[in-house]
Structures are given as structure tokens and as C-alpha cells.
């Protein structure tokens, strides 16, 4: 089975759980995602199968989006309400207009310091297993690219417990998207602390809800503790949800529950009709990601020069090429999506840069 599901992924899964669960639900053993999503984070997590697992690599450098909600007047361990906290500050000085002005001053490029929460690696060991340790190591910052970034809900005073009485803006995904409750035994990891505790539910915040469109690499939780810093009184991300991945948005997601029954039906279908198929809008083509590159079609005498990933010329294309692309989505001569190849000017040829054939063909 070759292809990308679009799925949304729900609070307490870790991105490798969804791996696992959608080999169960499909069948295919061959599937990855295209870049982690933490546990305690839901959103848009499009998976690659078969072929198209190939593609893994180029979605994970795409842009993303995401809409958070911004907790000040708290600083915690983890830079997100999964951690202890370490500071409360206070936030009655803090003005409306001195948090749009400070939440805008992170458009563009931006310095980060990756939390020790995370996923990224020091000497083959994740930052993530250390801060369970209770270690915290040197962290060099890395320069990250923020497209936008704007407010979409009303600033809002009140106490750490009262987060349901916070809603964003009606256009906002977080309020068509409620927050999920904790999920099952078993479905949720070390990230199972909640800073809104009886202890700590009297301490006054600020909530505001953040729409974030930027670059890979990008940590949403760290811009909001860096927000909290620059204000003067600590903050946190308490709710995460990822609307867009590359060409992925969360309306066309489909959740791991409905995938089930999208492909129990698939399955009964195929079983009485061998050309049963899928919903269209359930497994995409891999070509789908790339549609800003122009398309190029092989002349049927040469399918075979494409199908074993071989150096192709102008005159292998049914197109008149007068001026050659960077790169190119190619397709056989059915029209069929095979690879992308790129353009090399000094030999005046095509090389394959990524190739999206089966071992069967």
C-alpha cells in the first residue's frame, strides 16, 4: 500500500504509538511519519507507506502550523503545563498592548535554546531521557525562521485551574478542536504531571491563544517561555495543536478511530470486489506534496529508463522542454507518479533525486 494518510493524532500518542497503530489498521509494515508531534500535543502527523515512506524526509523539512495557547505568570521545567513549575511571576503590570507588541517581536528570524524536553540528541542520547534524570546539560541556540505570528483570542486574566473558561476566537482550530482528557492507561507516558493541580489553581495567569506559522526545527513551547521572559513573568505552553503540515491541514485529517473503520469497510468491500478502493481522500498520492514542482510525462518507449531510476534526457519526455526546471515531478507514460528528478545544467541531463517505485515494478 502505497501512499500518505493525513491522520490526526491525539493527545497521549507518541508519533512512533501512531506508527504502530496504523500497522495494525492497514497492514502495511512499511510506514513513518514525517516528524514528531509530542504526547501531549494533537494535530496534523501525516504518515508515509509503502513507496512514499521515501518521501519521509523532504515533508519533515516543510513548513509548519500551529495554534497554541499561552500561559504567563508560569515557568516550568519543561516550558509546557506537563512540567513542575519553577517560578510563578507577576503579571499585574503586564498591558495588553506590551503583549502584542512582545508576541510580534518573534516574527522573522529568531535565536532558540531547544528545551531539555525534547527530542534532539546529544551523543546518541536524547535530551528528553536526561531531563529524566534530572540532568540538564548545555544547550548551543539555533537560529529558527517564524513566518507569522498573531493572537486569536481575547487576553484573558484569571486563575491556573480556570481553563475552561478560556476560549479562543470562533476561526481558531483550539475552539473546533476542544482539549482532549487524559487518555487511557497505557497512552500516556512520563508527560502525565498537570501544573493546574489543587496545589497551584489559585495562581493568577494570563491566557492568550497564538496562531504560529514557521520553519522546521521550530519549538512552539520554548517561544512561549521566551515570551514569558521578555515580559518579565514567565510562561508556558499549555495546549498544543499542529493545523498544518507541508500541503496537510487538520480539516482533512482523519482520526485513528475512523482510519479503523474507514478500513474494516475497505477490507469487508475487497473481499466480495477486488476493485474495491478507498475513499479518495484517505490515502494521497506522494506527488500531492510536491505539486509546486511542474510535472514532466515519459514517452512510453522509455518507461523502462525511468522505472530502474536511470539518468533521463529532454527527448525521454512527451513535453517540448525549451527551458529546463530545477526539478521536476516525473510520471510514467499511464501518468503515473514515479520520482523527482532534478535538472543538471553542465550535463544537460536529469538525475533522479528521490524515487517513489516499488521493488515489484
Not at 503545563?81 to 510580534?104: F, M, Q, R, W, Y
Not at 518507449?301 to 526539478?327: C, Q, T
Request: proline letters at 3%; one cysteine or more; charged letters at 30%.
Amino acid at each position: 500500500m502505497d501512499g500518505i494518510i493525513n491522520v490526526y493524532k491525539e493527545k497521549g500518542y507518541t508519533s512512533h504509538d501512531v506508527v504502530a497503530r496504523l500497522r495494525g489498521i492497514t497492514g502495511e509494515r512499511h510506514i513513518g511519519h514525517t516528524g514528531t508531534l509530542d504526547p501531549a500535543a494533537a494535530g496534523v502527523l501525516p504518515m508515509c507507506l509503502g513507496t512514499a515512506t521515501k518521501a519521509c524526509e523532504l515533508l519533515t523539512d516543510k513548513g509548519k502550523e500551529y495554534e497554541t495557547v499561552l500561559l504567563l505568570g508560569v515557568e516550568t521545567n519543561s516550558e509546557d503545563a506537563t512540567g513542575e513549575i519553577v517560578s510563578v511571576g507577576d503579571i499585574s503590570n503586564v498591558t495588553e498592548d506590551k503583549i502584542l507588541e512582545v508576541v510580534k517581536s518573534f516574527e522573522g528570524d529568531i535565536s532558540q535554546v531547544p528545551p531539555m524536553f525534547s527530542a534532539t540528541r546529544t551523543n546518541g542520547v536524547r535530551y528528553y531521557d536526561l531531563a529524566r534524570q534530572g540532568i540538564s546539560i548545555e544547550r548551543e541556540a539555533k537560529q529558527v525562521h517564524i513566518n507569522s505570528i498573531e493572537i486569536i483570542s481575547k487576553i484573558s486574566r484569571g486563575l491556573l485551574s480556570e481553563k475552561d473558561k478560556f476560549t479562543p476566537n470562533g476561526d481558531s482550530m483550539l475552539a473546533r478542536f476542544t482539549e482532549e482528557e487524559d487518555p487511557e492507561e497505557g497512552r500516556w507516558h512520563w508527560e502525565n504531571n498537570d501544573i493546574r493541580k489543587d496545589e497551584n489553581k489559585d495562581i493568577p495567569v494570563i491566557r492568550v491563544a497564538l496562531r504560529i506559522s514557521c520553519e522546521k526545527g521550530t519549538y512552539i513551547r520554548t517561544i512561549c517561555a521566551d515570551i514569558g521572559k521578555k515580559l518579565g513573568c514567565g510562561g508556558c505552553m499549555e495546549r498544543l495543536l499542529r493545523t498544518r503540515s507541508g500541503e496537510f491541514s487538520i480539516e482533512d485529517s482523519h482520526s485513528l478511530a475512523e482510519l479503523e473503520k474507514l478500513f474494516e469497510k475497505y477490507n469487508a468491500d475487497k473481499s466480495n470486489d477486488e476493485s474495491a478502493t478507498l475513499p479518495k481522500n484517505v490515502l494521497i498520492s506522494a506527488d500531492k506534496c510536491f505539486m509546486e514542482y511542474p510535472a514532466l510525462h515519459c514517452k512510453e518507449k522509455f518507461d523502462s529508463v525511468l522505472n530502474n531510476g536511470n539518468l533521463m534526457r529532454m527527448r525521454h519526455f512527451k513535453e517540448y522542454i525549451e527551458v529546463a526546471d530545477p526539478i521536476n515531478r516525473v510520471y510514467d507514460s499511464k501518468n503515473e507518479f514515479k520520482a523527482l528528478y532534478e535538472w543538471v545544467e553542465n550535463r544537460k541531463l536529469y538525475k533522479p533525486v528521490k524515487v517513489f517505485i516499488s521493488i515489484k515494478e
